[in-house]
């Protein structure tokens, strides 16, 4: 089957309907990369659960500089493998992700992958953003002593073990709050709030560096003394630059996707490549490495008192905001928590508007209100049972199944020559093939965390290697005729019998609901 043999004989009824939706978008007002993609993806950067584990790869055999270098060459892979290609194909195309994926996957494909698989992979992100935001402004007020640390004491019911009361009751504070803002669909209002916060967060990063900088004379002892106080740290790292670029390219990996709407919101193809050198490999190495010097910073410090001095605090060891509770402390210590804290509930709403938007744009019968009530229940769960914590393992996860749908596009893309030409039928064997390989190739760590598999969990950084696979496999089938015929739609979408489905009220910008 040639790529070359485009059909025009597909009407609205033949397309599912968030394929269909993107379809129908009208164009949008593009503008530069400064308002757009530049500081969408700084924000990625500086929301602090893709910050928060780096630091625990310092117990390794590896030097500072060895993983500093890792995470420049993890941003540069974050730009360059998952990020360039979706987001000039999205600027070439003019649409949004449903139907550039569409190319890829087929119609129903890309339904299930870019609309229900990336609203679910929101609901993600909405439950870490909560929980991750709780901890950060709990352990703040910790910091300036306003209260006690009983606070964080969990909840026991026999086998089932749930956080702290306080948490249960400001986590249901925090969700409804974001359902109104998806209620009163207030994305963009935020996205423009943060383009003005973004600096700010990222210079207070470089200050809690500074801080705790005073620490780093005694980083290289402290490293080796934990290592030695329990082995076992160095063993769940290693090999630890692989861990760290798995943390940065998997946590990225669904905001990489999401490049073919930023793509699609910009005025020229160099304001996607410029916006991605600034937002991603220089936003993204500042700050990957102010959060492992914070965190060598704290290591250092705690030799003064002994490592073991500080096992009790109420967090997770060698994590950002373990550093910054450790090595800063004190009143400026909790404002740094408490400012970091708010910062990371606006990457909740949008990722709570993902969520419900394309859930309800899949199943609108339920309508995009009740959706975002459904997901403020599952995010409550997951953040009650500690599974919104579960960071190294979520990213895990995402990367191994949104690093793989890149992977497809990305080689669709290439196969197009950078061209997007429509649609395909149903579901396209060689995108789907590729793809459900490269999940595979990407969820041997947890599969190795789950059977005890040593050699599986060491396997990082395996959404890199999902990414490649399903890459190489799609450009192996497509050849071998797995490849459904383009089906190129006319103007508009749906002309001919049945009507055209008008543009949903529902749909935002795009500059107001990838990020």
Not at 253 to 272: F, H, I, K, N, Q
Not at 380 to 399: D, K, Q, Y
Not at 430 to 456: E, M, N, R, T
Request: charged content about 10%; some cysteine.
């Amino acid at each position: 089957m040639s790529t070359n043999c485009p059909q025009t004989d597909l009407y609205a009824a033949d397309l599912p309907p968030f394929v269909r939706a993107d379809l129908n978008v009208p164009p949008l007002v593009r503008v530069s990369w400064v308002w757009t993609i530049a500081p969408a993806y700084a924000g990625v950067f500086i929301w602090i659960p893709l910050l928060d584990r780096l630091g625990t790869c310092l117990p390794g055999q590896t030097s500072l500089g060895w993983l500093a270098a890792a995470a420049v060459l993890a941003a540069l892979a974050c730009c360059f493998l998952l990020y360039d290609i979706p987001a000039l194909w999205g600027w070439t195309a003019g649409h949004r992700l449903g139907a550039v994926g569409a190319s890829t996957f087929g119609t129903t494909g890309s339904e299930w992958i870019t609309g229900v698989g990336v609203g679910l992979g929101g609901l993600a992100w909405y439950a870490v953003s909560v929980a991750m935001a709780m901890k950060l402004i709990m352990l703040g007020l910790l910091s300036c002593g306003l209260i006690d640390v009983t606070v964080f004491k969990p909840w026991s019911f026999g086998p089932l073990v749930l956080v702290s009361p306080v948490f249960l009751l400001t986590a249901s504070f925090w969700i409804y709050i974001i359902t109104v803002a998806c209620r009163l669909r207030m994305a963009g209002v935020i996205f423009a709030l943060m383009q003005v916060y973004t600096p700010v967060a990222l210079l207070l990063l470089g200050a809690t560096a500074l801080l705790a900088s005073g620490g780093l004379p005694g980083f290289a002892a402290a490293q080796e003394s934990l290592a030695q106080l329990d082995p076992a740290l160095r063993l769940q790292v290693e090999p630890c630059q692989a861990h760290l670029f798995q943390l940065m390219f998997g946590g990225f990996a669904l905001s990489g996707l999401m490049g073919v709407e930023w793509g699609m919101a910009v005025s020229e193809r160099r304001d996607v490549r410029i916006g991605g050198w600034i937002g991603i490999i220089l936003a993204g190495s500042y700050c990957a490495v102010m959060a492992l010097l914070t965190v060598a910073g704290a290591l250092g410090q705690s030799t003064r008192g002994g490592f073991q001095a500080v096992g009790d605090v109420p967090a997770f060891p060698l994590s950002f905001h373990w550093a910054v509770f450790v090595g800063i402390g004190g009143i400026k210590g909790g404002a740094i928590l408490n400012l970091f804290g708010l910062a990371t509930l606006p990457a909740g709403c949008y990722s709570a508007w993902t969520f419900s938007r394309r859930l309800s744009m899949h199943w609108p019968a339920i309508g995009l209100v009740p959706w975002a009530r459904i997901g403020g229940v599952l995010a409550f769960v997951l953040i009650a049972t500690s599974w919104a914590g579960r960071i190294e393992e979520i990213f895990n996860l995402m990367g191994a199944i949104f690093a793989s749908a890149i992977g497809a596009l990305v080689a669709d893309a290439l196969r197009q020559k950078g061209q997007w030409h429509g649609v395909r039928r149903g579901w396209n064997p060689a995108g789907l093939l590729a793809w459900g390989l490269g999940v595979a190739v990407g969820l041997l760590p947890v599969l190795g965390a789950l059977i005890d598999w040593s050699a599986a969990r060491r396997f990082q950084p395996a959404a890199l290697y999902a990414f490649l696979t399903s890459a190489g496999l799609y450009l192996a089938l497509a050849p071998l005729g797995l490849e459904r015929p383009l089906a190129l739609l006319p103007e508009p979408v749906a002309e001919g019998t049945p009507k055209p489905v008008p543009v949903s009220s529902d749909l935002e910008p795009a500059r107001g609901t990838a990020g």
